[in-house]
């Protein structure tokens, strides 16, 4: 089974300009999904996926496959069912997973364990979610309460899945049947979530969202060797 990973980087970005190329602790964010893809030992290649040559560069410094895409595919009003239908034509598998550049705090084992779970289950597609244990409304409506009698404790609440799209995943023959068939497939066939820590779920957006993971890696940095300890008015 050929199984490749994808990062998609586009060079333009309407709210944080070439995020993918910002430093976060002296390295660009798009090589720390390289690093945790690599480390994975899951795929077979794993290619940066951009309009922009610049990432054919940085594709070589990190010891991995480019491919690139046509321009329109690269603009912020492509969609990403056109995207992924035009690499897994081009490039051969059997098993396409979307490693998402922009969270950069993904670890190898959690990429094993979602790849795992994909083939076990025998999916044909996934996106990866956040199980929120919180009170939620949707259209001004609870979603997962009763807004009569005492509220809630959020223990005894059902999770909302919150898609972060950390990975999406793809069977390459179902993704292309159905993508043929109605011009859309990113939840074609057999369809599955699967929830991720709360750092994988950490989506860079914003200049905000980059100063938050920058606080978290240095934060590592400086604890390690971290444990759980309590106040000694703790029983």
């Known amino acids: 089974m050929l199984i490749n ?40 290649s794993i290619y940066i996926n951009s309009e922009s040559r610049a990432f054919e560069e940085v594709s070589n410094r990190l010891d991995i496959s480019f491919y690139h895409r046509e321009e329109e595919l690269g603009s912020s009003s492509a969609k990403s069912d056109d995207v992924v239908y035009d690499f897994i034509k081009a490039v051969p598998g059997d098993i396409t997973v979307w490693v998402n550049s922009t969270s ?46 005492k509220f809630a404790q959020t223990q005894d609440l059902k999770p909302v899945s919150r898609f972060v799209y950390s990975v999406m995943m793809w069977r390459n023959s179902a993704f292309i049947k159905e993508y043929e068939e109605k011009g859309s497939a990113l939840m074609c066939g057999n369809f599955g979530t699967y929830p991720v820590s709360k750092e994988s779920s950490l989506i860079v957006k914003t200049e905000e969202d980059l100063r938050l993971i920058q606080y978290i890696v240095f934060g590592r940095e400086a604890n390690k060797g971290w444990k759980l300890e309590y106040d000694k008015a703790a029983k």
């Not at 409506?141 to 009698?149: D, H, I, S, T």
């Open 5 to 44: 990973a994808m990062i998609p980087a586009r060079m333009g970005s309407t709210r944080l300009k070439q995020k993918n190329l910002a430093l976060i602790n002296d390295k660009p964010m798009i090589s720390y999904v390289v690093n945790s893809a690599k480390e994975s030992g899951v795929f077979n």
């Open 104 to 149: 950069p705090l993904q670890s190898a084992q959690e990429l094993r364990a979602i790849v795992s779970y994909f083939v076990e289950h025998n999916l044909d597609s996934l996106i990866t979610v956040r199980d929120e244990q919180v009170h939620c409304d949707y259209d001004n409506k609870p979603l997962n309460y009763l807004a009569e009698g």
